[in-house]
């Protein structure tokens, strides 16, 4: 019999947490990026559309696809509420970062994926922001996390040498990107 009040995240949801029982302990970085592990995981919050996610992606070598999508919809740009693919590497770079830092916290997601019109908006008022940001091609993320640095979130996310990695200390957040090796900002 099916609950007609079942939604699409809570079902996800459910199946996230006990994929996560089930799931035998991770290394503190991932497959690709480090070796090994069962299982890869993101949690997040977004402040400007209330909206929170503890999901499980990747298991046993494999992207859960439903998750991935979930994933994509909760990184889109809200200004427009428009969504995009997220490249798989971002959120591998995103989630071995996350438990590199050893916290509990979950990212604050201030920046995921960015419309063209929503990129040149945000250009027209920064100079630190690119005019072929990889946030449009949903390769990218800016994010922060409670009771951890800015330095200490760019060096999490360097030790992966895997992606762009942006330190906006005046601004309190990281930048992370799948796109070449590089890192900039103070």
């Known amino acids: 019999m099916t609950n007609p009040t079942m939604t699409r995240r809570s079902l996800l949801g459910a199946f996230a947490a006990t994929t996560v029982v089930a799931a035998p302990y991770a290394a503190n970085a991932f497959g690709i990026l480090r070796g090994g592990g069962d299982y890869r995981k993101?949690?997040?919050?977004?402040?400007?559309?209330?909206?929170?996610?503890?999901?499980v992606?990747?298991?046993?070598?494999?992207?859960?696809?439903p998750a991935v999508e979930e994933i994509s919809f909760f990184m889109r740009?809200?200004?427009?509420?428009?969504?995009?693919?997220?490249?798989?590497?971002?959120?591998d770079i995103m989630a071995a970062s996350h438990n590199l830092l050893e916290t509990g916290?979950?990212?604050?997601?201030?920046?995921?994926?960015?419309?063209p019109s929503t990129n040149a908006m945000l250009r027209a008022r920064s100079s630190g922001v690119a005019r072929n940001s990889l946030h449009m091609q949903g390769q990218a993320a800016d994010l922060r996390i409670e009771g951890r640095s800015v330095r200490q979130v760019a060096a999490a996310a360097e030790?992966?040498?895997?992606?762009?990695?942006?330190?906006y200390s005046g601004s309190n957040f990281t930048h992370m990107d799948c796109g070449p090796v590089r890192s900039w900002g103070g």
């Open 105 to 115: 916290q979950p990212y604050l997601l201030l920046s995921g994926y960015r419309s």
């Open 159 to 167: 030790s992966c040498s895997a992606g762009g990695v942006g330190r």
């Open 77 to 91: 740009d809200w200004r427009v509420d428009e969504a995009h693919d997220i490249d798989p590497r971002a959120l």
């Open 57 to 65: 992606y990747w298991i046993d070598g494999d992207y859960i696809r």
């Open 42 to 55: 993101l949690r997040m919050y977004s402040a400007r559309t209330g909206e929170t996610l503890d999901m």
